[in-house]
């Protein structure tokens, strides 16, 4: 024991052990708490930063795919003799076969995850999470605007992106037989001299 003297008294304090150095559980478990809510917290920040990123890049995607579409069919009907844009794969058994004109079909290709276009893929993959839809009507049963409409989906059958454009022929014509899915673009150059 030592002796202390405050102000001329004296007094006896006990030699205490020297205090141990570290946490009291209490202290442990309230800092766990604590970090497990700002790990947490970060998570879900980075899992929703994500999700967003993934969902404008899919919506960007869709957007460039539906264009390049609307682009490359405007282009093929403008410069065809005829050709036929179908809705789907399976409306090509509705395209016509005649021995004077070569008709050449337009339609989303799922085993190759493009458009084809005369046997040949445009976009060959890009399509790979992807649909395409190809709408269209004519403002009489014979004329020479097509309205065009290209919707994007995706694997599960929603609409992503979806555009329109109407398409003119200079010379020809295009007929619609709506009901068997598909659209016939005739043109036919001007033979005036």
Same mark, same amino acid.
């Given at each position: 024991?030592? +002796? ?11 030699? %205490?052990?020297?205090?141990? !150095? ?8 309230? /800092?766990?708490?604590?970090? !497990?809510?700002? =790990?947490?917290?970060?998570? #879900?920040?980075?899992? =929703? ?10 919506? /960007? ?13 405007? #282009? ?9 844009? @179908? ?19 337009? *339609? *989303? ?11 040949? %893929? *445009?976009?060959?993959? %890009?399509?790979?999470?992807?649909? @395409?839809?190809?709408?269209? #009507? ?7 605007? =097509? ?12 609409? =992503?992106?979806? %555009?329109?454009?109407?398409? *003119? ?10 009901? +068997?899915?598909? !659209?016939?673009? @005739? #043109? ?6």
């Amino acid at each position: 024991m030592k +002796r202390l003297d405050l102000r001329g008294k004296k007094l006896f304090v006990k030699k %205490t052990r020297k205090p141990h !150095a570290g946490f009291t559980l209490i202290e442990l478990v309230v /800092a766990m708490a604590i970090s !497990a809510i700002l =790990l947490g917290s970060l998570a #879900s920040v980075f899992i =929703l930063t994500y999700k967003s990123y993934d969902a404008n890049t899919s919506q /960007a995607q869709a957007q460039n795919l539906a264009l390049l579409t609307v682009q490359k069919i405007q #282009s093929e009907v403008r410069t065809c003799s005829c050709t036929t844009i @179908c809705k789907t794969e399976t409306d090509i058994s509705a395209v016509p076969t005649n021995d004077n004109f070569t008709y050449t079909p337009i *339609y *989303y290709d799922s085993q190759n995850h493009g458009i084809d276009i005369g046997g040949n %893929t *445009y976009l060959a993959g %890009t399509f790979k999470n992807y649909g @395409c839809i190809l709408n269209f #009507s004519c403002t009489a049963p014979t004329a020479n605007l =097509l309205n065009l409409t290209v919707n994007i989906t995706d694997s599960s059958g929603n609409t =992503l992106y979806s %555009t329109s454009t109407s398409i *003119y022929t200079q010379y020809g014509s295009i007929s619609t037989a709506v009901q +068997r899915g598909i !659209a016939i673009v @005739c #043109s036919f150059p001007n033979t005036k001299q």
